[in-house]
């Protein structure tokens, strides 16, 4: 009959579009899904609408203006941005920042590295339906941003990592601030393991969901957390030790399966690390430990010297890369000598990880499309650029 | 059903022990500023809204080059006839007679504005003629406001061109933080 034929169930494959303006695409991702019933067939994640042709805006100011905006490109964790530029350019320019710097550089980082995975608790507990923990996680946060508004200034982004050195020694008073939030801080991980960790229902959630293998990881460039927790131990801070990583003391921690518990318990470890580096350089900035022999770090000697106000690298070009609260951020500076960089290009951690959405949706069920886009922790910022 | 019921369970005791952790947060005090009636004031170093000093001020455009946005700009005053700097009041004089450059009008976008410092880095004036104030609350209702121009004898907060009528005027209805912001 003609009616029957009408309300018929059609079956066949659905086209959705995910995002760009959906909240758990942390920004404006757009992934292009098809889907057969609940199941993903096909999904492409599509870039591109934050770009803000940065690597070309380097070519138009000079080194210390280009600083400005590197924060702009990972803008929850703009520290190590600063970071990476300022090492390739003084690898360009051959200036050596001192040691009290290199100090507070890296202790910024870990700072920074803990704000930031603070920030993907907090979120990806919200994707995966459980809203305490966000409190819980901008609360440490806040404290986090509070040292940085003491140290210089802002609050999201620094500008606080400079060519030759850091802007500005810490404040009276920064140092014990430090310490008391790390002491704060330290038992707050247990908490999140209780809200959240082993949470069985969030566990039944995530674990099992979203498996990389650790070849396929590697394949795909994968890095940072997202890499780790699929096995390799790849880490900048290890396998090429900038700043004074190679004095400090700290583990990488790895996970197993590659699911996507495994990349949310990687970071949740990681922080714990972080806030060992944090005290390891507090020690040394007190000048009580992991020095040299010999060596004392001399209060106020934050800025190589002789580093001119336009700085005029000769003709060359050079690499940095460091490990990033995402992964392996890399700048890559081409000088001829003018001013301004010729070519600045970045290799951002974010892009490279967003590449593998398309192998890994495939199969999934549409709900756990946001528990993996979730899990990879991606700022558009950077993937645009 | 066993593993059901295993499951239900252990989920039910997990989410006790989460309560258990949130229990002990709710006898803390709060942590939240209730704005805008409470205010939390940021540090001496916080990057806030930019405040200038058009007597401080020696025109040498350091900040026009620090500048990354290029959302500065200046204009110097006219050099006046030595005839006239004798006789006339208004102009700046140092005290052997030379004329000091000083200013005629600058404006900042903060449209485009990064607050970043890098021209109060720059500027070389002993009291900062240009500093970031902690004033974190402005407000621009049009984009006209946000060019800010300031002459000389115009307050800390320059002024803006109304849109209604082209006139430029101080800023009405800005709250500040402080009425006196920190000078670095
Ligand atoms: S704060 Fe930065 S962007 Fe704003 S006017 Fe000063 S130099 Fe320019
Ligand atoms: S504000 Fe400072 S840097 Fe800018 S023109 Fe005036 S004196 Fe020079």
């Keep these: 009959m003609t009616q029957e034929s009408s309300t018929a169930l059609k079956t066949g494959q659905m086209f959705i579009n995910f995002g760009p303006q959906h909240p758990s695409t942390h920004g404006v991702l757009r992934i292009a899904l098809t889907v057969e019933g609940e199941v993903v067939v096909k ?114 982004l620094y500008s606080y990592i400079r060519v030759g050195g850091v802007s500005a020694d810490c404040p009276a008073g ?22 959240l960790s082993f949470n069985p229902i969030f566990k039944d959630r995530t674990a099992n969901v979203g498996r990389i293998s650790a070849a396929q990881a590697l394949s795909w460039g994968l890095s940072g957390p997202n890499l780790r927790a699929s096995g390799p131990d790849y880490d900048v801070r290890k396998a090429e030790p900038y700043c004074v990583y190679d004095k400090l003391d700290f583990t990488v921690p790895t996970g197993k399966t590659g699911s996507c518990w495994d990349r949310y318990y990687c970071r949740m470890l990681e922080m714990g690390q972080s806030a060992e580096i944090v005290l390891q350089c507090l020690d040394a900035l007190a000048g009580t430990a992991c020095l040299p022999a010999g060596r004392e770090l001399p209060p106020g000697e934050i800025m190589a010297k002789g580093v001119p106000k336009i700085l005029k690298p000769p003709a060359g070009q050079a690499y940095a890369h460091i490990e990033a609260s995402r992964g392996d951020l890399g700048f890559y500076a081409v000088s001829d000598g003018s001013p301004t960089p010729y070519r600045m290009h970045v290799r951002g951690p974010s892009f490279l990880n967003v590449a593998i959405l398309q192998e890994i949706l495939a199969g999934c069920k549409i709900a756990d499309v946001v528990a993996v886009l979730g899990s990879f922790d991606i700022v558009l910022g950077e993937v645009d650029r | 059903m066993k593993n059901y019921i295993l499951f239900v369970s252990e989920a039910f005791w997990n989410t006790l022990k989460g309560l258990w952790v949130t229990l002990k947060v709710l006898f803390l005090p709060a942590i939240t500023v209730q704005y805008p009636t409470e205010k939390l004031v940021p540090y001496p170093r916080f990057r806030g809204m930019l405040a200038y000093d058009a007597e401080a001020c020696i025109a040498c455009g350091m900040c026009v080059r620090a500048c990354p946005s290029k959302c500065i700009a200046l204009a110097k005053a006219m050099p006046v006839p030595q005839q006239e700097l004798c006789s006339s009041s208004g102009q700046p004089v140092s005290p052997e007679g030379k004329r000091v450059p000083k200013i005629e009008w600058y404006t900042i976008d903060y449209g485009r504005c990064n607050f970043c410092g890098l021209c109060e880095e720059a500027c070389p004036t002993k009291t900062k003629a240009l500093w970031h104030s902690l004033d974190f609350e402005a407000v621009f209702s049009t984009r006209e406001e946000m060019t800010r121009r300031w002459k000389r004898g115009d307050d800390l907060w320059g002024t803006a061109r109304r849109s209604a009528d082209g006139q430029f005027s101080a800023v009405a209805d800005q709250i500040h933080i402080q009425d006196v912001p920190v000078r670095k």
């Design chain 1, 43 to 156: 999904a492409d994640p599509d870039v591109g609408y934050l770009h803000r042709g940065i690597e070309k805006l380097f070519e138009a100011r000079n080194y210390s203006q280009g600083l400005i905006l590197t924060d702009r490109l990972d803008y929850v964790s703009a520290m190590p941005n600063n970071l990476a530029y300022c090492l390739a350019v003084e690898r360009l320019a051959a200036v050596q920042p001192p040691l009290r710097a290199q100090y507070l550089r890296v202790m910024v980082s870990e700072l920074t590295r803990i704000a930031s995975h603070l920030v993907f608790f907090g979120t990806f507990s919200v994707d995966m339906g459980a809203f305490t923990p966000f409190l819980y996680a901008f609360r440490e946060r806040e404290m986090i941003l509070d040292l940085f508004e003491m140290l210089c200034g802002g609050r999201l």
């Design chain 1, 174 to 195: 920064w140092e014990e601030k430090c310490g008391e939030f790390i002491t704060f801080f330290k038992p707050r991980l247990k908490d999140y393991d209780t809200l």
